[in-house]
């Protein structure tokens, strides 16, 4: 329309022209070059103008990159100075005080100035804008040149962590500690990748988009500096079209600097997710750019609203018409049949270089819901969004979203579409174990497959947002999601914390994490804080929480806000901040169990009725309960008679071996059994559930013992191997599903005639247990009882039986028995077939006896081949105190267990085997096989 419009226009004007000159031969020269060069000039802005590309194409840029890594900061582009570090131990109690900040400043140039205008598009108020210095910091290091020759650094593939397959840091003085997972995640990395962009992309708009870098990210452009984000959680995008060269090659170079002393867990180090590029007609779709609502939902109709921004990159106004419409997805997640719903088309004009919003709503007549099952289903749907300009189709951009209704009532709890779901939640750190930080959507799927098997329904993700894949996970499988970012703000946990950075980047990185993630039905909450250190500076801290609700809030007025408390009570200022009320350990109690009576501390009696009483509008969540400790199979003697106790070298815990007993009820200082926890959540019905610390076990933090690796508060360990307490929440959690477990193992040659207690956890009501066939009683679970104790049993090999009933009727059994010695190996996979080069097989080892019994105590040591198109990504065994590294081929089995993780080969395909063996055992080969 617009082209032909013009072409007529150019018609009369020539033709004006010629009768001009034909009446007029003495004017006809001067005025015929200057309408001449007018109408040039019209028909060429025009042409530009009109000249819009169709499409939106987003490639990956995961493959090939060039590594090299140093442990210093040789080449002095740093972002900003540090502190120094003056107390390296990390070993601190996690409840301990945050501390204020330590001033420093630079003599030497700095990165910041450069970067910080990044964070604009994400404040609000344009007089805080950052104003981009002049120069080009970096652009005479050799790195960052196209023709340095980069032949010798290592080729990796993103995502990448480059500390997971180094050896941990054994012994005392480590570089990095514990607390950070022993691994060097810590130093400056430079990765760079030549990319080509042909001539054909020319007048597209070309972004790069990074989910998330380990940290202090900065990117250079055929030796410019484009930009970067310093915190390594956040996804971020760089405008590259003004730094490309179209036709040709270009050098992308990204430094990473990811300090020491940054974290309470393993961070990992790198560019540890996926790196898109992606192009777009300069008339687009923004960033981020649509907010799906579902203001009000019934059985028979639903409203969605959908809000859609319109950037325009090019030089001139932009007159863009955009069409929405909504599609139901299917089991494939894929648009199925007709558009279920249309918006009406909108209108908008989009000034060169802004966004303009439209805003549009429709109905949708008996909409499947989204809910968390059991009960409900997680039904999908999308929005297909299309852009037109000049009646041309620019863009087309799909956001999934759900429909359902979120009630937070303060009596009854979490209400999804009108029906109670109490939380059965845990909290989840961000790596996957063995295969470190670098994000892996099969590893993420399988942590969450197996949480559901334990009936639970529902995720805090400590203390930072995660990879934008594990919320599509989260909507695809139903789980309830409180999205978090921050660990701490402007005072301190660490010394290279994120308070380093809060002052400038709280602002962006709170919009940017809450517009990432806002169309994910799974999120039902924001958490814009966890036990940060303003809970203990009354007003001041309050402000600073009451800043960043308000930022939340703007950012999506749809969903509470919540701030996880451990100290704050209910009459200071700042619980008044948020919507809803996050209690971590407070409200059952901290320190106040006679167990805990010796400790310095945080100390509080049960909170909740307090928090209760005094904000009877707000709900309550335990964001964070237990911080029990185990370290799974191992049972250490006497056991406490109490149903809660601190571990201590002398108590439950094993201080030569690293071990905290299995018997499920020794917890971390502040922390308290399961057992304890329900029976507080029990007598306070109003609290809406609990998210327990934590549902895996994750690298980093491993209290009590810091020259360990890893953690030891899962229900799951860190090769995903189930824990004793896994069965005591899925007792809780899965009612309906008959099951009754038995601990300790029965291997206890020199145990012979000594009280070894037995523990039963069944979702049943009672229990009789028999050792070799002779009756021990049956037991019936009082109220806030969660196990059975047989205290006294003394032990004799053989057989222990245990029958559970529900209401009186038999209900479910299982039987352990003394086993003999090694003899052969079990390996089952987890999936015998593997899809894509990105796809996971998760093996697991099993050692039995003779009679094919698992042997519980065994530690043999397993060695694994493979043959054909796979190869071995990692090994563990789920021992905390395991210091062989992950990408060790042998695996010494842990309470009888070791896994491999298995990959195929790029592009590969056949069967692979994998062999596993053990000196003087039997050996087994697992095949699988890549399609
Ligand atoms: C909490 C903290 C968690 C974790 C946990 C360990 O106080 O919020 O991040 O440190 O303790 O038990």
């Not at 040039?40 to 987003?58: D, P």
């Not at 009696?605 to 237990?626: C, G, R, V, W």
């Not at 529900?806 to 039987?815: D, H, L, R, V, Y």
């Amino acid at each position: 329309m617009i082209r032909s419009f013009h072409i007529i226009r150019c018609n009369l004007l020539q033709s004006f022209v010629y009768h001009f000159h034909k009446l007029f031969p003495l004017l006809k020269l001067g005025f015929v070059f200057a309408v001449l060069i007018c109408s040039s000039l019209l028909a060429l802005s025009q042409a530009f103008k009109t000249k819009i590309h169709a499409g939106r194409e987003r490639v990956s840029l995961n493959n090939n990159w060039k590594f090299m890594r140093y442990d210093s900061d040789p080449d002095k582009l740093i972002y900003d100075i540090r502190p120094a570090i003056t107390d390296p131990n990390d070993d601190k109690v996690a409840d301990s005080k945050p501390t204020e900040a330590v001033s420093v400043s630079a003599s030497e140039q700095v990165l910041k100035s450069w970067i910080l205008p990044g964070a604009n598009k994400f404040i609000n108020d344009r007089a805080k804008h950052y104003q981009q210095p002049a120069g080009n910091p970096g652009s005479d290091f050799p790195f960052v040149q196209q023709n340095f020759n980069d032949s010798a650094w290592e080729q990796v593939n993103l995502p990448h962590d480059w500390a997971i397959k180094e050896p941990f840091y054994d012994g005392p003085n480590p570089e990095v500690g514990g607390g950070m997972g022993r691994l060097p995640s810590h130093g400056v990395g430079w990765y760079r990748k030549k990319l080509e962009i042909p001539i054909t992309d020319k007048g597209k708009t070309i972004f790069l988009d990074i989910d998330g870098a380990m940290s202090y990210a900065m990117v250079w452009v055929n030796g410019k500096l484009a930009g970067g984000w310093p915190y390594g959680y956040n996804s971020f995008r760089l405008y590259l079209s003004p730094y490309l060269n179209y036709g040709g090659d270009n050098q992308l170079a990204i430094r990473i600097d990811n300090p020491n002393h940054s974290a309470r867990w393993y961070t990992g180090g790198g560019i540890y997710r996926n790196v898109w590029l992606e192009k777009v007609s300069p008339v687009h779709v923004a960033h981020w750019g649509t907010f799906v609502r579902t203001p009000k939902v019934s059985a028979s109709s639903a409203i969605v609203e959908l809000d859609v921004e319109i950037q325009n990159n090019s030089a001139f106004d932009q007159s863009a018409e955009v069409v929405s419409s909504i599609f139901q997805l299917d089991g494939n997640f894929k648009p199925t049949g007709k558009a279920i719903a249309k918006f009406s088309k909108s209108l908008v004009t989009v000034n060169p270089g802004e966004k303009q919003k439209v805003a549009n709503s429709t109905i949708i007549s008996n909409p499947l819901l989204w809910g968390p099952p059991p009960a409900q289903k997680p039904n999908l749907y999308v929005a297909v969004t299309q852009i037109y300009v000049g009646g041309k189709k620019v863009d087309e951009y799909k956001t999934e979203f759900g429909i359902r209704s979120l009630q937070f009532d303060p009596e009854k709890g979490m209400m999804v579409n009108g029906k109670p779901v109490r939380f059965q939640g845990v909290n989840q750190h961000h790596d996957l174990g063995a295969l470190g930080a670098a994000f892996n959507t099969r590893a993420a799927e399988r942590q969450l497959e197996i949480l559901q098997e334990l009936g639970c329904n529902a995720i805090r993700l400590a203390h930072n947002p995660p990879a934008p894949e594990l919320l599509v996970l989260t909507d695809r499988m139903g789980f309830l999601v409180i999205d978090e970012i921050f660990d701490s703000w402007e005072r301190k946990k660490t010394p290279h914390d994120f308070h380093l950075i809060f002052p400038d980047w709280y602002e962006a990185d709170t919009r940017s994490f809450i517009r990432r993630d806002r169309n994910h039905p799974s999120v039902i909450a924001w958490s814009f804080g966890n036990e940060v250190g303003e809970q203990y500076t009354a007003d001041t801290g309050a402000a600073i929480a009451q800043k960043l609700a308000a930022i939340v809030k703007e950012e999506d007025p749809t969903r509470p806000t919540t701030a996880s408390m451990n100290y704050a009570k209910p009459d200071m200022p700042f619980p008044a901040t948020m919507d809803i009320i996050s209690l971590n350990y407070q409200g059952e109690g901290i320190r106040d169990a006679p167990a805990y009576a010796h400790l310095r501390g945080i100390r509080t009696s049960p909170l909740y009725p307090a928090f209760h009483q005094k904000f009877p509008d707000k709900m309550i969540i335990s964001s964070e309960t237990a911080s029990a400790l185990s370290t799974r199979g191992t049972y250490i003697l006497p056991v406490t008679y109490g149903n809660s106790a601190p571990v201590s070298d002398s108590t439950g815990g094993d201080p030569i071996n690293k071990f905290v007993s299995a018997y499920e009820l020794y917890t971390a200082q502040f922390g308290a059994s399961p057992d304890k926890v329900f029976a507080s959540q029990d007598k306070h019905p109003f609290v809406s559930g609990e998210f327990v610390w934590s549902g895996w076990d994750y690298l980093g933090e491993p209290t009590p013992y810091y020259s360990a690796r890893s953690s030891y508060c899962g229900l799951i360990d860190l090769a995903g191997f189930k824990k004793d307490r896994f069965y005591l929440y899925q007792s809780r959690w899965r009612p309906d599903l008959p099951m009754v477990h038995i601990l300790p193992h029965w291997n206890w040659p020199d145990r012979i005639g000594q009280v070894t207690p037995v523990h039963i956890f069944t979702s049943g009501d009672e229990v009789e247990l028999f050792l070799n066939g002779r009756s021990l009683g049956k037991k019936k679970k009082d109220i806030y009882e969660y196990r059975l104790r047989w205290d006294e049993v003394k032990y004799e090999p053989g057989q222990l039986k245990a029958v559970a009933y529900k209401n009186g009727k038999p209900w479910a059994e299982e039987i352990i028995q003394t086993t003999g010695d090694a003899f052969s190996l079990r390996a089952k996979a987890d999936r015998y077939l593997l899809t894509s080069d990105e796809d996971l097989s998760f093996i697991t080892v099993e050692v039995l006896d003779t009679m094919g019994n698992a042997v519980p105590t065994a530690s043999n040591m397993i060695e694994f081949s493979i043959e054909g198109p796979g190869e071995i990504v990692a090994t563990d065994n789920g021992n905390p105190a395991d210091l062989v590294a992950f990408t060790s081929t042998k695996r010494a089995a842990f309470s009888g267990l070791a896994l491999a993780i298995v990959k195929s080969k790029k592009g590969a395909a056949g069967v692979i085997k994998l062999k596993v063996s053990s000196q003087g055992l039997k050996d087994t080969i697992v095949k699988i096989q890549r399609k």
